[in-house]
T-cell receptor
Framework: DTAVSQTPKYLVTQMGNDKSIKCEQNLGHDTMYWYKQDSKKFLKIMFSYNNKELIINETVPNRFSPKSPDKAHLNLHINSLELGDSAVYFC?????????????FGPGTRLTVL | GQNIDQPTEMTATEGAIVQINCTYQTSGFNGLFWYQQHAGEAPTFLSY????GLEEKGRFSSFLSRSKGYSYLLLKELQMKDSASYLC????????????FGKGTMLLVSP
């Protein structure tokens, strides 16, 4: 029944490790996003994919690599984790129709880098 | 680029009315969204304005003035569960639905 789901919900790891976060949506949307929300609760776009193609790539270190195997999934892989990567990462999805393109967010993944 | 400004915190009492303001500067405006985010949860959609005027949805209303780069979210008959962060987000006319969020207004409703 869940619209946008993410796994894991919590992720605690050491500096230097590589980790992945998975996102799936069952809304039939063709656009998916990754956002980062820092400790000050500022929500910032990282990437946007439309039909498996990258359309937006904000200024994000290249240690972050999104991958979209199909339009219902958008995963985020992070290499060589740093302390500053600690944040909550939200996946979202929407249609491309401007009349209905409200973004729906997943529950978030709280990443803590030690 | 965009600049979105909203107050950091507001307090109000149960049953009251509160107005949360948002001002923005953008090169190509194409819609303004309000989201609610409870602590530890995902943002959830509240309202959307693309034309000037007031949109009403139950206890929540949102107003937009494009010429002034200004919006507000009005919450009536406040309830304790309305304590949350309220995020103003602007969509630019870039062909894709990219939102730029303000830093959010933390609303605390007290008894």
């Amino acid at each position: 029944d869940t619209a946008v789901s993410q796994t894991p919900k919590y992720l605690v790891t050491q500096m230097g490790n590589d980790k992945s976060i998975k996102c799936e949506q069952n809304l039939g949307h063709d656009t998916m996003y990754w956002y980062k929300q820092d400790s000050k609760k500022f929500l910032k776009i990282m990437f946007s994919y439309n039909n498996k193609e990258l359309i937006i790539n904000e200024t994000v270190p290249n240690r972050f690599s999104p991958k979209s195997p199909d339009k219902a999934h958008l995963n985020l892989h992070i290499n060589s984790l740093e302390l500053g990567d600690s944040a909550v990462y939200f996946c979202a999805s929407s249609t491309r129709d401007r009349a209905t393109d409200t973004q729906y967010f997943g529950p978030g993944t709280r990443l803590t880098v030690l | 680029g965009q600049n979105i400004d909203q107050p950091t915190e507001m307090t109000a009492t149960e049953g009251a009315i509160v107005q949360i303001n948002c001002t923005y500067q953008t090169s190509g405006f194409n819609g303004l969204f309000w989201y609610q985010q409870h602590a530890g949860e995902a943002p959830t959609f509240l309202s959307y304005n693309v034309l000037d005027g007031l949109e009403e949805k139950g206890r929540f209303s949102s107003f937009l003035s494009r010429s002034k780069g200004y919006s507000y979210l009005l919450l009536k008959e406040l309830q304790m569960k309305d304590s949350a962060s309220y995020l103003c987000a602007v969509r630019e006319d870039s062909g894709y639905s990219t939102l730029t969020f303000g830093k959010g207004t933390m609303l605390l409703v007290s008894p």
